[in-house]
């Protein structure tokens, strides 16, 4: 099994427009989507605006990583953040983390990753990058500015090559979590008939 996986911070506002985001925040975004970018509609796909900032380090490293870079690129913003919250109470902010589970072989050295056990044999799809940990300075980063937490996971056959990172946001994933009760509900990202009512 190949593992591939990446993360990226994502705004989202019914009323400010990306450049608009761009200039709260201080901070140009890696993907910017207009409303309707996609496709004008009824609906527009996006159906809002769309900023986003990608952890931008290679997609085969552990998502600690991945969450070291994003939170030093989100505390550099924090600010921002918060601003934008301000003068648009229906800002959507989340962190999403993007996790893909390919066919092919293992790729990567038991002794590498610190996982070679003389006497032991290695069972297939044991993957290093299987498991993660999320430090509570990060936790504690992303409650203080409001910032939910979606991990989406994908099992995929890919024949001829790797998985494209950073993967294009859907509608769908470029919501906001859904309420539950005094709770948000982190769900897949999938939408079903009954949330678009």
């Known amino acids: 099994m190949r593992v591939r996986q990446g993360g990226y911070l994502s ?16 901070t140009p975004p890696d993907i910017a989507k207009p409303r309707g970018s996609r496709r004008p509609g009824p609906p527009p796909v996006p159906r809002g605006h769309i900023w986003q900032l990608h952890s931008g380090i290679p997609e085969d490293r552990p998502l ?69 940990h999320l430090e509570l300075e990060h936790l504690r980063l992303l409650g203080s500015l409001g910032l939910s937490i979606d991990f989406d996971e994908y099992g995929l056959t890919v024949s001829g090559g790797s998985t494209p990172w950073p993967p294009a946001a859907t509608p769908e994933q470029s919501q906001p979590p859904r309420e539950c009760g005094t709770r948000s509900c982190l769900g897949s990202g999938v939408e079903t008939a009954q949330d678009r009512e």
């Open 64 to 132: 600690e990583e991945h969450f070291d870079v994003l939170c030093l690129k989100i505390a550099a913003i924090g600010e921002g953040i918060l601003e934008l919250r301000q003068r648009d109470e229906d800002l959507g902010a989340g962190v999403n983390v993007v996790r893909y589970f390919n066919e092919g072989p293992e790729d990567f050295d038991e002794a590498t990753w610190g996982v070679e056990m003389p006497g032991f044999e290695h069972v297939g799809g044991q993957h290093p990058l299987l498991g993660f």
């Open 11 to 26: 705004l989202w506002s019914d009323d400010l427009l990306p450049d608009a985001m761009t200039a709260i925040v201080g």
